[in-house]
C-alpha cells in the first residue's frame, strides 16, 4: 500500500489549502480514509475521516473550515481547508484503515507540511 500526500506549504492566516492523498495497492473503496495531523512536540490527531459510503468525521477544532472528500475512481481522498488558523501549523498526514477478518490495519503517507504563518 502506498500513500502519497500533495499539496502543503506556507500560507497566511484565513487562507486556503488543497491538500490530496493518492493510494496504490489496494482496493480504495473499501476502506476508510483520513487525514490526521502532528504539530511539533505533540501527539498525531485525528482531523478528518471519511468512510466508504462517504459518511465524515471532524475534529470540533475543524469543524466549518475543513472539508474531506473521495474518489474511488481517481483513488484519491482531499482535505480542502479553509480560514486557515496558525494552530492548524503541523505535519497532515493521509491514513487508510482497513479492516481485514478482524484486525484492523492503518497505513499511513509520508506526511506534508502545512504551515499557517504571517
Known amino acids: 500500500v502506498q500513500l502519497v500526500e500533495s499539496g502543503g506549504g506556507l500560507v497566511q492566516p484565513g487562507g486556503s489549502l488543497r491538500l490530496s492523498c493518492a493510494a496504490s495497492?489496494?482496493?480504495?473503496?473499501?476502506?476508510?480514509m483520513g487525514w490526521y495531523r502532528q504539530a511539533s512536540g505533540k501527539q498525531r490527531e485525528l482531523v478528518a475521516t471519511i468512510t466508504t459510503g462517504g459518511s465524515t468525521n471532524y475534529a470540533d477544532s475543524v469543524k466549518g473550515r475543513f472539508t474531506i472528500s473521495r474518489d474511488n475512481a481517481k483513488r484519491t481522498v482531499d482535505l480542502q481547508m479553509n480560514s486557515l488558523k496558525p494552530e492548524d501549523t503541523a505535519v497532515y498526514y493521509c491514513?487508510?484503515?482497513?479492516?481485514?477478518?478482524?484486525?484492523?490495519?492503518?497505513?499511513w503517507g509520508q506526511g506534508t507540511q502545512v504551515t499557517v504563518s504571517s
Open positions: 491514513n487508510l484503515r482497513q479492516v481485514l477478518f478482524g484486525t484492523m490495519y492503518d497505513y
Open positions: 495497492g489496494i482496493i480504495f473503496s473499501r476502506n476508510t
